[in-house]
DNA sequence: TAGATTGTTAATCGATTAACAATC
DNA sequence: TAGATTGTTAATCGATTAACAATC
């Protein structure tokens, strides 16, 4: 039942919630999960699960649910994460050898092939099994050849855009940035941030009503 | 502007935006800032960005904008990141170690104080300039006295939920979750997570839909 | 069968965007 | 002044949620 706009962002976020959940389901045993039972564990509403697994085409059975075993694929299958992406990492630094290092990536699809920095003293060392490269040695050919798709952008905020700019250059389709910096790259080229700032702005936004909220309470308790 | 349901979680998502392009501007000595330069520089719609100014009350000039510094000041007052918040971090693993040493956590109010760990070899060291202690250390009374607020919680997916049990039983305030798990937490307890699997599964859908309308557009030039 | 669950259509809700008067 | 920009009100858009018939 996709739509001509694509299935909605806030349903593609979901999705790796529902696959993780399902993949434990099935390491249980369990062959059927209904839309009730992945909402109460997720903290969702039922409705907005079954709207969600409607986007993947799967149809489920009244009464008892969804296969367990289709449904993760029909999620992996709209998410792309059945045809394994190749991705390079640039800037090994703290975060960036981190992310070299995840092993849950596997799971997503995605491998980290290489990683590429300025610092001489990395070059020819590994971050876990990945290599680091000197960033001058990244080329259009290397990113054909190995049918790299995605750059990891890990560099210090205030290079972020000139890397942008550089790999914009080299030809590379999408972008992760994990650089505190909002970049801006043309409109072919997929742009997607993990921003810590944002999710942390979030996190401090709630943290402050609850304090706002305790003050007030202890100011006046007949409330 | 207020309103009693607060500020809408997608403004507070782009405040962190707003924040670092108006500490650059600031840096350059620029005192004004309009909503279309905002706009510009972080592709957002001009109007978008003034609604989001609205809600921290500051108001501007017809033809020139708003104070560079009055604005500034206010985002992190309505963020609260003008008081520090201290915070621990749970599990010195590569990840846990990368945000222990990252630097810029300080702009948002967020100190990180120490690590706690479950391997033994840890414990004694340092990650940067963090401690790391046993885990079987962390008491009650040590989140009281030292005004611990939020843990960050960076241990394996299979240990998120159970060392959260055992934060929450210990009167921590918010986790901020960086497991690739989803886990349950009692409504007094401010949850946030960072997940890497939501990030790139957007990324994952853009990149796919790109991948499929090129091999459209190969197949049949003619369009 | 009875009743839990699905799938769809319609209503609601909340955020974005448009329109436009006010203003410096 | 002229015109760019603000601030507000109303319209639009898109996602969530409600309602309910279908069904196993």
Same mark, same amino acid.
């Given at each position: 039942?996709?739509?001509?706009?694509?299935?909605?962002?806030? &349903? +593609? /976020?979901?999705?790796?919630?529902? =696959?993780?959940?399902?993949?434990?389901?099935?390491?249980?045993?369990?062959?059927?999960?209904?839309? &009730?039972?992945?909402?109460?564990? =997720?903290?969702? /509403?039922?409705?907005?699960?079954?709207?969600?697994?409607?986007?993947?085409? +799967?149809?489920?059975?009244?009464?008892?649910?969804?296969?367990?075993? *289709?449904?993760?694929?029909?999620?992996?299958?709209? =998410?792309?994460?059945?045809?394994? &992406? @190749?991705?390079?990492?640039?800037?090994?630094? %703290?975060?960036?050898?981190?992310?070299?290092?995840?092993?849950?990536?596997?799971?997503?699809?995605?491998?980290?092939?290489?990683?590429?920095?300025?610092?001489?003293?990395?070059?020819?060392?590994?971050?876990?099994?990945?290599?680091? %490269?000197? $960033?001058?040695?990244?080329?259009?050919?290397?990113?054909?050849?190995? %049918?790299?798709?995605?750059?990891?952008?890990?560099?210090?905020? @205030?290079?972020?855009? %000139?890397?942008?700019?550089? =790999?914009?250059?080299?030809?590379?389709?999408?972008?992760?940035?994990?650089?505190? *910096?909002? +970049? *801006?790259?043309?409109?072919?080229?997929?742009?997607?941030?993990?921003?810590?700032?944002?999710?942390?702005?979030?996190?401090?936004?709630?943290? /402050?009503?609850?304090?706002?909220?305790?003050? $007030?309470?202890?100011?006046?308790?007949?409330?």
């Amino acid at each position: 039942m996709e739509n001509k706009r694509g299935i909605p962002i806030p &349903t +593609i /976020k979901r999705f790796p919630s529902y =696959l993780r959940l399902l993949n434990v389901f099935k390491e249980e045993g369990r062959e059927m999960a209904s839309a &009730t039972m992945l909402a109460e564990e =997720l903290n969702l /509403k039922p409705i907005q699960v079954r709207k969600d697994i409607s986007f993947t085409g +799967i149809e489920g059975k009244p009464k008892v649910g969804f296969e367990v075993d *289709k449904l993760i694929n029909a999620i992996i299958s709209v =998410l792309g994460w059945d045809n394994a &992406t @190749d991705a390079i990492i640039i800037g090994a630094g %703290h975060l960036g050898s981190a992310l070299a290092r995840y092993e849950g990536f596997g799971s997503y699809g995605l491998r980290i092939v290489a990683a590429f920095d300025t610092a001489e003293e990395k070059w020819g060392t590994n971050v876990g099994d990945v290599p680091i %490269h000197p $960033f001058d040695h990244l080329h259009r050919w290397y990113i054909e050849e190995n %049918h790299v798709n995605i750059a990891v952008l890990t560099v210090p905020a @205030d290079e972020a855009q %000139h890397v942008a700019d550089q =790999l914009v250059a080299l030809g590379i389709m999408a972008i992760w940035n994990f650089a505190p *910096k909002d +970049i *801006k790259v043309p409109s072919r080229v997929v742009l997607q941030r993990t921003d810590l700032a944002t999710s942390f702005a979030v996190l401090s936004a709630k943290v /402050k009503r609850v304090m706002e909220s305790r003050e $007030f309470n202890e100011e006046d308790d007949s409330w």
